[in-house]
Structures are given as structure tokens and as C-alpha cells.
């Protein structure tokens, strides 16, 4: 394999996912070891469709070679995962790996991604890992897992109640892009040394901005369970867009900086289903927007 630059930017990304996996599992924290296991998945997914593989194949000898190594890279990242998953999903697991005609003695967990596969590994018979639940399948399983509705609980004291109204998506977002655009400002403050007076005021801002966003009502199909997921989301939005500034201002490699914002818009969404709100309108909705004339 010829690694370009760009498949080690890949494989640095995906060694930093791989260690705080590990972490997290050492300290049972397993929701978010499945949140590394999808990060990974997502980059392999990004690495083949930038590449594209199956075109290159068809070109140049330079070409061609460029396919194998995008293609040898890809089947061992997909046994990565399916390693990663064996603690979820071992049957799964196991269907990837006889796939992919895994040795066995590739189930090891490294802190530094590993290619256990080497080029020219015969690979076994492929086939679909998931079936397609059609839509009639999907409301005959809502109504065989229904189950009973449970009794109608009061709300405590002091606890935040859900609302079944409409929610002000519009200011749920503008609250959260408030909070990002203020934590850059208490950062670019704190780098610079500014007078504690000048960044106490800044950081009073910020949590002002933060209880705002905190107080907005929470829908009740979500209910009130969800404020501490929206606070914990609200801080990760924030810190991730400080590593997009960083990289930006550092004029990083696009595919690096174009990882992150992905994982941005990722946060974005989680953080808009968390808060009632469509994902899609909180990540941008995927609308570009037009030159002026």
C-alpha cells in the first residue's frame, strides 16, 4: 500500500477515536464507545466515497494502484468494526469477519489501528448484513412492542416540565449558535491574556446564554429526562467548533477540516433531537446558499 498523506490524516482520526474507545470501555462509559465505533464507520464511509475506488480501478496504472490501497485500507477498517463490535453485536461481528475471512488472531484491540489484512487477502462471499424493514413491517412491530401504557406521573419539585405545545425550534437554534459564537469569544479572551475583569464579564455572558438555552421548553414527546443531554450536547457543539476554528485558522488539510465540521453538523443534529427540534433545519437542512448577484 502507498499511503498518500490524506490516508494518514485518516488513520491519525481514526487512532484518536480508537484510544478514547478503549478508554471508554475501561470505564464502562459503553453508549459512548458505540459513538467511537459510528465516528469510525463514518470515516471509512467518507475515505471510499471521496476516493471512489470502482472508478479509479478503470483508469491508469497509477490509478489502479490507487484503488488497491483505498480498497485494502477500507476491508481493514471494516474489520476494525468488527472487532469494536463484538461487546454490542457478536453475531454481527462474526457474520463480518467470515465475510471478510478474518484470522483469528486479528480479535485484539490496539490503541494504533492495525491492517491484520494484507494486500492480496482473499476475502469470502459478500451479502447484505442488515435487512430492509419494509414500512408495513414497522407499524406491525409498533404495535406488537407497544406494550401497556404506564401510569401518569406527577412531576417534581423543581423538576422542568415538558410541554406538549409547539416548541420554539427557531430560538432553540439561535440560542446554540450563541453559546458556540460566546465560547469562542471566552477562548480567543483566555489566549490572549485579556484582563480577568474583561474575561469574567465574557464568561458571564456565556452562562447566561447557557440558562437561556436551558430554560427553553422541552417538548413533551421527549420529556424532562433530556436536559442534562441537552446541556452535555450544548458543550460538546461548543468544543467542536472551537477544534473547526483552530484548524481553519492553522489553514489545515481540507479533508481534516472537512472531518471535523462533518463531525460538528453531527453534534448539531444530536443536539436538535435532543431539544425537540428538526435535525435537518439545525444542521443547515443541507441548503447551500446562493451567490449574490
Not at 476491508?75 to 467470515?98: F, G, H, K
Not at 494486500?119 to 430492509?132: N, T, V
Not at 442534562?228 to 460538546?236: G, P
Request: hydrophobic fraction near 35%.
Amino acid at each position: 500500500m502507498n499511503l498518500r498523506d490524506e490516508d494518514k490524516e485518516l488513520l491519525a482520526l481514526i487512532n484518536r477515536e480508537l484510544q478514547t474507545y478503549i478508554d471508554n470501555m475501561e470505564q464502562a462509559i459503553l453508549r459512548d464507545s458505540i459513538r467511537n465505533i459510528m465516528s469510525i464507520s463514518r470515516l471509512g464511509n467518507q475515505f471510499m466515497q471521496s476516493n471512489k475506488p470502482w472508478v479509479l480501478v478503470k483508469g491508469s496504472a497509477d490509478d489502479k494502484s490507487r484503488s488497491g490501497t483505498v480498497v485494502s485500507l477500507a476491508v481493514n477498517i471494516a474489520n476494525l468494526l468488527s472487532v469494536l463490535l463484538q461487546p454490542y453485536m457478536p453475531e454481527t461481528s462474526q457474520t463480518i469477519q467470515t465475510q471478510l475471512n478474518t484470522p483469528p488472531d486479528s480479535n485484539v484491540v490496539y490503541r494504533k489501528f492495525v491492517c491484520h489484512l494484507p494486500p492480496g487477502h482473499k476475502i469470502g462471499k459478500p451479502s447484505p448484513l442488515f435487512q430492509k424493514i419494509e414500512a408495513c413491517k414497522i407499524e406491525e412491530f409498533k404495535k406488537m412492542f407497544a406494550g401497556q401504557p404506564g401510569p401518569e406521573t406527577k412531576p417534581k419539585r423543581g423538576e422542568k416540565t415538558a410541554v406538549s405545545g409547539p416548541v420554539n425550534t427557531a430560538e432553540v437554534q439561535r440560542l446554540t449558535d450563541e453559546v458556540t459564537k460566546q465560547g469562542l469569544v471566552v477562548r480567543d479572551l483566555k489566549s490572549k491574556k485579556a484582563e480577568k475583569s474583561l474575561i469574567d464579564s465574557e464568561v458571564a455572558k456565556l452562562l447566561d446564554l447557557k440558562k437561556s438555552l436551558a430554560a427553553v421548553p422541552v417538548p413533551a414527546s421527549n420529556g424532562s429526562g433530556n436536559n442534562a443531554e441537552v446541556d452535555r450536547l450544548t458543550d460538546e457543539v461548543t468544543k467542536q467548533g472551537l477544534v473547526v476554528r483552530d484548524l481553519k485558522s492553522k489553514k489545515a488539510e481540507k479533508s481534516l477540516i472537512d472531518s471535523q465540521v462533518a463531525k460538528l453538523l453531527d453534534l448539531k443534529k444530536r443536539l436538535a433531537l435532543a431539544g425537540g427540534q428538526n435535525p435537518q433545519e439545525a444542521a443547515g437542512g443541507g441548503k447551500k446558499k446562493g451567490k449574490k448577484k
